[in-house]
Nanobody, 117 residues
Framework: VQLQASGGDLVQAGGSLRLSCAAP???????????MEWYRRAPGKQRELVAT???????KYADSVKGRFTISRDNSRKIVSLQMNSLKPNDTAVYYC?????????WGQGTQVTVSS
């Protein structure tokens, strides 16, 4: 599964961004059953799991983003989105989408989110 992440930008604290992760070369029947995730890696920190959406639409969030971030999916367009509101400077990181098909993990190329104070 090839994943393409986009939407990162420079934004002021309190602002919003919407990240997208597309799988344009994946057919619907392969994409729909996949659990999809967003990770982030901030400078000098370990990679952090930010949000998960299951094939059935169930969601889970890191405590640090609960109530501010929303993950969603559109299987017909093969896109997973991460709506990020009330952004904080410590949300600054490279954000990656991820999925796993069997034993094979796939990562998007990363998109930079920078939140200025």
């Amino acid at each position: 599964v090839q994943l393409q992440a986009s939407g990162g930008d420079l934004v002021q604290a309190g602002g919003s961004l919407r990240l997208s992760c597309a799988a344009p070369r994946t057919i619907f029947s392969v994409f729909a059953p996949l659990d999809m995730e967003w990770y982030r890696r901030a400078p000098g920190k370990q990679r952090e799991l930010v949000a998960t959406i299951t094939s059935s639409g169930g969601t889970k969030y890191a405590d640090s983003v609960k109530g501010r971030f929303t993950i969603s999916r559109d299987n017909s367009r093969k896109i997973v989105s991460l709506q990020m509101n009330s952004l904080k400077p410590n949300d600054t990181a490279v954000y990656y989408c991820h999925t796993k098909q069997g034993l094979t993990a796939s990562w998007g190329q990363g998109t930079q989110v920078t939140v200025s104070s």
